[in-house]
């Protein structure tokens, strides 16, 4: 079943159940969807790989609207981007802990023969593509640069 499916049949549960996280999450999934295949040259249909960066997308711009109203002490507006994030990451796939992270990364730093921070570069060219998706990026660069630092 495609995500843009998937997505149909939940929100229909979620009216039914009258969840307004739920459907509000649900809802921006599908706008994100129907925005990406009207784009030029989407020709009316999105790979995987396009729907797993749109979801990745979404979560990022809800974590960073998130850190925000925590600054602010926002904590009605927090709440509802949490919720969103929620549902958002059960169409992702399972994030990589610290440990499997730090572990994939010093595996790719020797497979590449990155020697020292000067190779941060070429790992991350290949960190990114082999962690996409289970791994924010910023999180992926932490470990690199930490793991190049040693």
């Known amino acids: 079943m495609s995500l843009e499916q998937e997505v149909m049949a939940q929100m229909k549960d979620a009216m039914k159940s009258k969840d307004e996280g739920l459907l509000r999450?649900?809802?921006?999934?599908?706008?994100?969807i129907i925005k990406?295949?009207?784009?030029?040259?989407?020709?009316?249909?999105?790979?995987?790989?396009?729907?797993?960066?749109l979801l990745q997308k979404l979560v990022k711009q809800r974590r960073d609207s998130l850190e925000i109203f925590q600054q602010q002490n926002r904590t009605d507006l927090a709440t509802k981007e949490q919720e969103e994030i929620t549902v958002i990451e059960r169409f992702l796939p399972k994030?990589?802990?610290?440990?499997e992270l730090k572990e994939a990364v010093a595996a790719i730093i020797?497979?590449?023969?990155?020697?020292?921070?000067?190779?941060m570069g070429k790992v991350m060219g290949v960190a990114s593509k082999q962690l996409a998706g289970k791994a924010d990026g910023k999180a992926i660069a932490a470990m690199v640069k930490d793991l190049l630092a040693k």
Request: proline share 5%.
């Open 25 to 32: 999450g649900l809802r921006a999934i599908k706008a994100e």
């Open 95 to 99: 994030q990589l802990s610290e440990e």
């Open 36 to 53: 990406a295949k009207t784009e030029p040259g989407a020709h009316g249909e999105i790979s995987a790989d396009g729907e797993m960066k």
């Open 110 to 119: 020797g497979s590449v023969g990155a020697a020292g921070p000067q190779d």
